[in-house]
């Protein structure tokens, strides 16, 4: 069976560290895409990086090959990869990652700056902050199922959502699953 997997989350809370420990621990992620890792690669804009992280995701579609996408979730194109995954008969799944708050992601951001990494926008941050919830909740539908990450202090699955079912892990909940969890029942999903 073909997989498509999603390691997403905010700017800044951990999304390539995590898909790091991912790739270490399981071989089912297939081809890893990822349009910071193009920008880099093949020395070309993040525009242009885009438009090549397209491509290889609909050649991975088409040809039933299962893939792995870096997002922070913001616009359609997740979903819209997800619905044409579901509908190829892919199984969807994903990994989740989050902090409380902006000026977490802000900071780690500044500081991966500081060590060379890429900048991202506040603006860009605080747009996708601010619609982190809906932007997930969007997506669940078509996932079979997703882990919930949060990387205050390294990656602790703290929930799973399987079948229109949320299921705490462990005993810490941090402040945003339960802001999630509110979420859900606000858009009468729980």
Known sequence: MSIYTLIAGVDGVGKS???????????????????????????????????????????????????????????????????????????????????????????????????GGHSIPEKDVTRRFQKRFSDLIALLPWCDETKLYDNRNGFQLVAIWRNGILIPQGNYTPQWLSELEQSLKNNNIL
């Open 17 to 115: 560290s995590l898909a790091g420990l991912l790739l270490a621990q399981t071989n089912t992620l297939g081809r890893f895409i990822d349009t910071d890792r193009l920008v880099a690669e093949l020395g070309i804009g993040r525009v242009s990086a885009g438009k090549v992280a397209l491509q290889q995701i609909q050649r991975c579609l088409d040809w039933k090959l299962s893939f792995t996408q870096e997002t922070t979730l913001a616009g359609r194109q997740p979903r819209e990869t997800a619905r044409k995954a579901k509908q190829a008969d892919f199984q969807v799944f994903l990994h989740n990652v989050a902090l409380d708050s902006l000026t977490e992601s802000l900071q780690r951001i500044e500081n991966r700056v500081r060590l």
